[in-house]
């Protein structure tokens, strides 16, 4: 147990132990945790200036030090200062402490035979290559697919520490940043800490940052939260995009049994698909244009019309088969979502229109989401897109003209999910 006797917080830190010559690996496992939800401790970003044993003492006895990730190489066996000041005191915490949890992880090509390479903690007589569990990379340096999968072992045994300590009845949060300006920052409060924002350059994300890190990574953590936490109800929160929102929902999809919400800001209310339902105030018109054109244009506001900014975008079809307009009721009377009923009433409006075109326009092949609402909104609707796709999504941006444009941004289909 850490000496303080405070109990381990299971939504703590990952200690990460290395030889600095591994430094860039080990820089691409710590991005990749973060990425996953697991906030990390490195010597070279949280070590103050201070003595170095003193730093690595304190945070292996911190009790916001959740877990630690091994990462032996060969060259680990001739440093004292790691097998005394860090591997024994997280091998004996680990026995100690049954909420603290302790992964080590075999690379620069060590296999399990290799015994005689591995280094031995101090003052214990324990060989961790027969009484440890060993994950084992299968390159050097480590793939992206071997970070990934150190990656979902520490997050699933984190997520298994939260299950037990959490209180049945209380909702477990996940925090995420989504888009460049946000600040990740740190909260040791939270389950998971998602952190994207270097995948964002302010609110856009390159298609191969959807599809090789975004869309994965929402999938891995949801089968984790699925297999870990059976039954829980969860809360999503945080600063991201609209489309990383829908991504998100999509990920959650209300048919997938897991209970999530989102916390919308600025009311800190907890908008789920789960609330009953209170009518929002919108109205939901369909325009034929072209028949036989593939694409269906849907375009959802609270408060003014979005066809001039989506006929200034330039990465948006200028042909529909039709335009699918969910807008407020009166012109020029824009509407607010009081209530997350509302929220429920506007996000199975948006389901429904996107139903009903398939049915009114029978070339379509593609839906086009151009949204100007609250996140937490967009997060419902991205819950609410089963059975209704692909939907190709965009975000806002300011230009020269009065309305801005659209920019293309994740194409969300059931292969994409």
């Known amino acids: 147990m850490n000496p303080s006797n405070i109990p381990t917080n299971p939504n703590g ?118 009484t440890w569990n060993l994950l084992k990379v299968s390159t050097t340096p480590a793939s992206a697919a071997d970070l990934v999968k150190v990656s979902e072992a520490v997050l699933h045994q984190r997520l298994k520490a939260i299950h037990q300590a959490t209180p049945i009845g209380q909702d477990i949060r996940i925090r995420i940043a989504a888009f460049q300006d946000a600040e990740a920052g740190e909260d040791l409060t939270a389950a ?51 489309s990383a929102a829908a991504a998100c929902g999509r990920a959650f999809m209300q048919t997938g049994g897991i209970d999530i919400g989102f916390l919308q800001q600025p009311a800190n209310a907890r908008w789920s698909l789960k609330a009953d339902r209170e009518s929002c105030g919108l109205d939901c018109k369909f325009e034929p244009q072209t028949p036989g054109l593939p694409d269906v244009a849907i375009l959802v506001s609270l408060e003014q019309c979005l066809a001039s900014a989506v006929q200034e975008s330039a990465e948006a079809p200028q042909r529909w088969a039709g335009v699918v307009r969910i807008q407020p009721k009166s012109a020029g009377s824009p509407i607010r979502l009081n209530t997350p009923g509302q929220a429920f009433d506007a996000a199975l409006m948006v389901r429904q229109a996107l139903i009903d075109g398939a049915t009114r326009f029978p070339s379509a092949a593609r839906f086009h989401l151009f949204m100007r609402v609250p996140v937490g909104l967009a997060f419902l609707i991205g819950q609410s897109l089963n059975a209704v796709g692909p939907v190709q999504l965009y975000e806002h941006e300011s230009t020269q003209t009065p309305r801005g444009s659209y920019r293309r941004s994740v194409l969300l289909s059931e292969a994409s999910c």
């Open 13 to 130: 830190r990952c200690f990460l132990s290395y030889r600095r010559s591994h430094l860039d690996e080990v820089q691409q496992l710590a991005c990749t945790l973060q990425r996953h939800g697991v906030p990390t401790w490195q010597d070279i970003h949280n070590l103050g200036s201070e003595p170095t044993i003193d730093g690595l003492n304190a945070a292996l006895r911190d009790p916001h030090t959740a877990s630690a990730v091994m990462w032996i190489t060969r060259d680990m066996r001739a440093s004292a200062v790691i097998r005394e000041h860090e591997l024994t005191p997280i091998i004996k915490r680990a026995r100690e402490d049954k909420t603290f949890h302790a992964h080590m992880v075999l690379a620069d090509g060590l296999d399990y035979k290799d015994r005689d390479e591995l280094p031995q903690p101090v003052g214990l007589l324990e060989d961790i290559s027969s």
């Open 192 to 242: 998971l800490s998602i952190d994207w924002c270097d995948l964002f350059t302010h609110r856009h994300a390159s298609d191969t940052h959807w599809t090789t890190y975004i869309l994965p990574t929402l999938g891995r953590v949801q089968k984790a939260i699925r297999l870990c936490l059976p039954g829980r109800s969860l809360t999503l929160e945080g600063k991201l995009t609209l």
